[in-house]
Structure formats: structure tokens, C-alpha cells
């Protein structure tokens, strides 16, 4: 318990370290908001009364603690391009983004593990070799890349989905979830081969071992074997993988809206950067750390949880 505490604990001061070097990152980057909000014929006078309105005209320690009184409030303050408060507009995409990283997160564990399991249980046979060559195809397929393939075979080819035909939840949840299928697919693929890899070795190492021999010799099935003594095992070393893996679809469904035209956080986050609509920028790449962090968080907890004997110094 001493060490989940240790944990949080470190993980909230992770986050405060990062939206410190974030804020400070933007404040160091040429160019002036002002300027590409009016453009470079503005006269001086207007310049400096928008500068004024943004905050800009305070100096860059002032700034930061306006903003760092305003995070812990939840208020990342208001966006240079669309007038309105950051929170609310971060509110409205931020489900979007994390509902298509979870339907990732839940394709690959779905797929993966049946597959390790059934390739393991089949060792060397035709099938267990065919997953592996497929296995191996798609974990060298980046998520954009992949995106591309299937928009172009299921999409235009197959006509199994409209692209860019995004559908919002709140206008009806089952065409939303048929459409983020394809984009979760692209973003899992390769995580589903990884995770497959890395379960199978488990599989395949701990089935030699003298407790699953036992474990046969008192009558039970194969299924039974790998149900309730392989899998457990197996899946400690896998488990430090997903963690790794849900952080990195987060990342992925920030890029893989691009290629679908989801109107999640990275359509706003891209147009931010180029209008330097840096309240937007901040608060984005503040709520993808958190999110990176908490995920890792709960997987550290769960790695704990499922195998107590695994104690890490603190």
C-alpha cells in the first residue's frame, strides 16, 4: 500500500513538472500570437491592444503563475482563435480521443490473446505458424501507414465504411462506434502482434515447466492448464507491455484522427500549433501527460494486484 502511495504521489508531481516545462517551452518559442491572429498588416496599435487582451504584455514569471493558479482551478484559460475557454473546448473533443484509445486498448487484448493462447496450445502446426507470419507483417506497420491501407481496402474498396463519414456519439452511438472501429483497428494492429510475441514466449516457456506437467498429470484438460495455471503466469511480464502500449495509443489516436477525420483532440491540436493558439497547445499536450501517466498508474497497480508477490523498492 506504502508503494501505490509513493506512486500517486510521484505521478502527481510528474504532472506538475510537465505542464511547468510545457508552459515555459511555449513562452521561449518565437513568434507572436498577436501577429498570427491579425496578420503582419496590423497596425502597432491594435497589436498591442490584442497583446494586452492575451496577457501578453505581462512578463513571462507573472504569466506563468496566472497560469498555474488557473490549471489547479481547471481553467487553462482562453483560446486566441476561438474566443472560449480552453476547458470547454478540450471538454468537447476529450471524449472522442479517449473512447478511440480505449476501443484500441480493448482490440488489442481482445485479438491478442486468443491468438497467443491458440498458437501456443498448437506449437509448430500450420496455424500456430501462420499467425506468426502475420504477426510479423503487421507489427512493422506504423498506425498512420496502416490507417491509409484500410481506408483504401475497406473504405473505398469494400465500401464497408463512408471515410471521413465520422458520425458524433451523441448523434448516434452505434454508427460512431462502427466508424472508430476502423481507425482502433489501425492503432491496435501493431500492439496486437507485439503483445502476441510477447504472451506466446510466456506461454510456450512457462508450458515446460515442472508445475504445468503436475498440472496434466492430475487430469487436467489443456484448456484448464492454460486457463488457470499458464495464463496467469504468462501474463506478468505482458501486462508491463500494455502500460507501455496504452500510453503510446494515446499518442496514436492523436495522429490517427488525422487520417479519418475524427474531430478529436489532434485536428485541434495540429490547427493550434499553426495558428500558435498556445492556451489550446498547453492544455492538449498537459491532458495527453496526464492521461499517459494515470494509465501507466493503473497498470502499476494492477501489476500489483495481480501478482502481490511483486514488490518494488521504495
Sequence with gaps: MTGIIKKIISSILTIAVVACLVFMAFSLIPGDPAVAKLGTQATPEKLAAL???????KSVPARFVEWIAGVVRGDFGTSYS???PVTKLIADKLPVTVILTLYSFILMIAVSVPLAIVAARYENSALDKTIQILSQITMSVPPFFGGIIITLIFGLGLKLFAPGGYVSYSVNAGRFLGYMFWPALAIALPKVAMAFSLLYGGLTTEKRKDYARTAYSRGNSTKDVF???LLKNACIPVITFFGMALADMIAGS???EQVFSIP????????????RDYPVVEAIIVCIAVLVIVSNLLVDILYRVIDPRIITED
Design 264 to 275: 478529436g483532440l489532434g485536428r485541434i491540436l495540429l490547427t493550434s500549433i499553426q495558428n
Design 227 to 229: 486457463y488457470k495455471h
Design 51 to 57: 497583446r494586452e487582451t492575451m496577457g501578453l504584455n
Design 254 to 256: 492523436i495522429v490517427i
Design 82 to 84: 476561438y474566443s472560449m
